[in-house]
């Protein structure tokens, strides 16, 4: 599945950013989706994921309360809502999908992977 993300940009502390992801390709009702970041300097990790299927969400902890992972199955999207952004949560932002019936955290387990969107927060 091809993933293309969108939404990134320059945001304040305690602002809200929408992450976009559009897949070609096998669906996001056949695959789970999920969300990474990686910082300069860091490992890629977990922000978010949501099954395939009817959808059921993970968070990280650094996120949860603050992010809310979507999709629509009838555009093959799935989105991250992100508020109260702070500092810490800047980095590159990149979608992922997996096609297994298990929901992975971990990066190594997703074979399809989009280009990645910058989100920088400022204090």
């Known amino acids: 599945v091809q993933l293309v993300e969108s939404g990134g940009g320059l945001v304040q502390a305690g602002g809200s950013l929408r992450l976009s992801c559009a897949a070609s390709?096998?669906?996001?009702?056949?695959?789970?989706g999920a969300w990474f970041r990686q910082a300069p300097g860091k490992e890629r990790e977990f922000v978010a994921a949501?099954?395939?299927?009817?959808?059921?969400?993970y968070y990280a902890d650094s996120v949860k309360g603050r992010c809310t992972i979507s999709k629509d199955g009838a555009k093959n999207m799935v989105y991250l809502q992100m508020s109260s952004l702070i500092p810490e949560d800047t980095a590159v932002y990149y979608c992922?999908?997996?096609?297994?019936?298990?929901?992975?955290?971990?990066?190594?387990?997703?074979?399809?992977w989009g280009q990645g969107t910058q989100v920088t927060v400022s204090s």
């Open positions: 992922a999908a997996d096609p297994s019936t298990v929901v992975h955290t971990t990066a190594v387990f997703y074979n399809d």
């Open positions: 390709g096998r669906t996001f009702v056949m695959c789970n």
């Open positions: 949501i099954s395939r299927g009817v959808g059921v969400t």
